[in-house]
C-alpha cells in the first residue's frame, strides 16, 4: 500500500466525518429551540423517548452527536435522567441506520444529494432551505468520503503483515478491544463501522472475527460523551455512564450468544453480501440490547446513580464561580447538536442568580440609607464583586458562541442575553454607590429630613417593584412590557416630583448643603436603576423570553 493510497483512507474518513458534522449543525440551525420543546414533551414515554432518540440520531447519522446532546440537556437541568435513558438508547437504535445505507449501495446517490444541497446553500435565499440544502450536502460529502476509503483499502488485501493482524480479531477479547480502541481513536462509530464493512467487503475480515470489532466499535462510541461530560454536573456524568452500561452490557451478552449459539452462520447463509451481515449484525445488536434493557431503564439511572454518588462539593469561602454554565467545548468541538437550547437555558439561569444578586444589593443599600448603618454593607460588597466577575464571564462566554451559534432565534437570544448583563451589572454600580452615600452619612453624621426619608422609602419600593418584576417568570410578552414601561415611567415621574420637593426643602433651609448633594446623586441613581430595568425587559421582549 503506497503513501497515496494510505492518505486517501484518511481524506475518505475526513470528509466523512465532516459531512456528519455538516448534518449535525444543519439540523441544529433548522430546529433550534424547537428541540428542546419536543424533547420535554416526547421523552416523559419511554417509547416515544426511544423512537425520537432513534430519530435524530438517523438524521446526523451520529449516536455521538445524539448522546453529547443528552448529557448537555441532563447538565444543564433541561432533562431528567430517567429521560436520557429512552432517548440514549434510540441514538444506539439510530445509528445501525448509516452501515444500512451502506450495505444498500446508496452511496451511488451521494453526487445527487451533494448537488441538491450546495444548490440549496448557494442558490436559494430561504433560511429553511438552506439549513435543509447543509443536510442534504453532509449526507453526500458523508458517502463519498465512505466511498473514497473503500477504495483506498483495497489494496490492504495484498498486504500480508495487515492479513496477519486482523487475523488475531477472530479473537472475542482482541476484537474487541480493537473495535473500542479504533472507534474511540476516530471518534465515530458510524465510520468505523463503515470501514469494518469496506474491510470485510474486500474479503480481509471474516465475519466471524468482524462481529467482535463490531461489539467494541459500540462501546468505543461512547468516549466522545464521555468527553462531553468532563466538568458537568454528576447528574451528566450519569448520562454518559448510562451509555457505556447499556453498551458494555450488550457487548457481554452478545459475545456470549455468539460464542455458544450459530448466530453467525445463520446471519452468512441468510444475507447476501459482507456489507450487508455486518449491517444486519449492527440493527440485530442495538434492537436486542434495547428491547432487553427498556423495561429497565429505570434501574439503569439507578445503577448510574450508585456508581456516581451524590459528592459534597467542596467550594474555598469567597470563591467566585459560575454555576450553570459550563464549557462550549465538548471533546475539543465547539458547539453541536442541541447548543442552542442547552446554552439559552444556562445563560438564563446564570443572569437570573446575577439578578437575584443585584436585587439584595438594591435592597440592602436603600435599607442602609434609611438606617444609616453601615454594618451590612460588607455583603454589598462582596456581591457587587461576584457580579462583575458574573458579567465579564458571561460576556466572554457570549462573545465566543456568538460565533458559532447558527440558529437566528438562539443567536438573537444569545445576543440579548449580553446585553441583560451588563445592564444587570449597571443596576449593581448603582446599588453600589448608595452603600457608598450611607458611608458618608455615618463618617460625617449628615442626616436627611423626615420627609427625605420618606421618599427614599417609596424609591426603594418601587424600585424594588421594578426589579423583581424582572425576575418574575412573566417576561417576554407585551403586556408584561408595558407593565415594567409603566413602573418606569413611575420612577421618572417621582425623581421629578422628588427634585422640586428637594429644592422647596433647600428654599426653606429644611436640609443641609451635604444632605442636599448626596439626594440629588441618590435620585440620579434611582432613575438610572429604573433605566437598566426598562432596558432588560425590552430585551427580554425581543428575545420572547424570561429570566
Known amino acids: 500500500m503506497n503513501v497515496l493510497e494510505f492518505l486517501g483512507v484518511f481524506g475518505g474518513l475526513a470528509l466523512f466525518l465532516h459531512g456528519m458534522q455538516m448534518m449535525s449543525s444543519g439540523l441544529e440551525a433548522a430546529a433550534g429551540g424547537r428541540m428542546k420543546a419536543i424533547l420535554e414533551r416526547l421523552t416523559a414515554n419511554r417509547f416515544l423517548g426511544v423512537l425520537v432518540g432513534a430519530l435524530i440520531t438517523a438524521a446526523v447519522q451520529s449516536s455521538s452527536a ?50 441538491a444541497g450546495v444548490f440549496l446553500m448557494v442558490f436559494v435565499k430561504e433560511a429553511k432551505l438552506q439549513h435543509i440544502g447543509q443536510i442534504l450536502a453532509g449526507l453526500g460529502i458523508l458517502f463519498t468520503g465512505m466511498d473514497a476509503m473503500s477504495a483506498a483499502m483495497a ?20 476484537g474487541i478491544l480493537f473495535g473500542a480502541a479504533f472507534t474511540a481513536l476516530i471518534q465515530s462509530s458510524s465510520a468505523s463501522v463503515g470501514i469494518l464493512q469496506s474491510l470485510a467487503a474486500g474479503g480481509i475480515v471474516p465475519f466471524s472475527g468482524a462481529v467482535y470489532v463490531l461489539f467494541g466499535q459500540n462501546i468505543g462510541t461512547c468516549i466522545t460523551s464521555v468527553l462531553a461530560s468532563l466538568g458537568t454536573s454528576r447528574s451528566a456524568k450519569r448520562a454518559t455512564c448510562i451509555h457505556l452500561l447499556f453498551n458494555v452490557i450488550g457487548t457481554v451478552v452478545f459475545t456470549v450468544l455468539v460464542m455458544v449459539f450459530p448466530i453467525t452462520q445463520l446471519i452468512e447463509a441468510a444475507v447476501p453480501s459482507p456489507k450487508a451481515e455486518i449491517a444486519v449484525m449492527h440493527v440485530i445488536f442495538n434492537l436486542a440490547t434495547t428491547a432487553m434493557l427498556l423495561p429497565l431503564g429505570n434501574n439503569l439511572a439507578r445503577l448510574a446513580t450508585l456508581l456516581l454518588p451524590d459528592q459534597e462539593e467542596a467550594q474555598p469561602a469567597g470563591e467566585l464561580r ?47 440609607v434609611l438606617d444609616r448603618d453601615a454594618a451590612p454593607l460588607d455583603r454589598v460588597e462582596q456581591r457587587e464583586a461576584y457580579i462583575d466577575f458574573l458579567n465579564q464571564e458571561i460576556s466572554r462566554y457570549v462573545s465566543r458562541l456568538i460565533a458559532i451559534e447558527t440558529n437566528e432565534q438562539g443567536s438573537q437570544t444569545v445576543s440579548s442575553f449580553f446585553t441583560i448583563a451588563g445592564n444587570i451589572e449597571r443596576i449593581a454600580d ?6 457608598g452615600y450611607t458611608r ?14 420618606e421618599e427614599i422609602g417609596q424609591m426603594r419600593d418601587v424600585t424594588l417593584r421594578a426589579v423583581s418584576a424582572l425576575l418574575s417568570g412573566e417576561g417576554g410578552t407585551a403586556e408584561w412590557l408595558s407593565q415594567v414601561a409603566q413602573l418606569e415611567q413611575r420612577i421618572d415621574d417621582m425623581t421629578r416630583s422628588f427634585r422640586r420637593n428637594q429644592l422647596d426643602r433647600m428654599q426653606a433651609g429644611a436640609c443641609s448643603a451635604e444632605a442636599c448633594i448626596l439626594y440629588s446623586e441618590l435620585l440620579t441613581d434611582f432613575e438610572r436603576i429604573g433605566d437598566h430595568v426598562l432596558n432588560i425587559a425590552e430585551e427580554l421582549a425581543k428575545a420572547r423570553t424570561t429570566l
Not at 442547552?342 to 437575584?356: A, F, K, W
Open 66 to 115: 445524539t448522546t453529547v446532546m443528552v448529557v448537555g440537556f441532563v447538565n444543564a437541568g433541561i432533562m431528567t435522567l430517567n429521560q436520557a435513558v429512552w432517548l440514549i438508547m434510540g441514538a444506539n437504535v439510530g445509528t445501525t441506520i448509516t452501515g444500512l445505507l451502506i450495505a444498500l449501495d446508496v452511496g451511488a446517490l451521494a453526487p445527487v444529494a451533494a448537488f
Open 155 to 174: 489494496p490492504l488485501r495484498e498486504v500480508p503483515a495487515f492479513l496477519r493482524l486482523m487475523s488475531t480479531l477472530s479473537n472475542p477479547l482482541l
Open 322 to 368: 459560575l454555576a450553570y454554565l459550563t464549557p462550549i467545548t465538548a471533546g475539543g468541538k465547539e458547539g453541536g447538536l442541541g447548543v442552542s437550547a442547552i446554552v439559552v437555558d444556562q445563560l438564563r439561569n446564570e443572569l437570573h442568580r446575577m439578578l437575584e444578586m443585584a436585587r439584595q444589593n438594591v435592597d440592602t443599600s436603600f435599607k442602609a
Open 430 to 435: 448603582h446599588a453600589d454607590n448608595l452603600a
Open 440 to 453: 458618608l452619612l455615618v463618617g460625617k453624621e449628615i442626616t436627611f429630613s423626615p420627609p427625605a426619608r
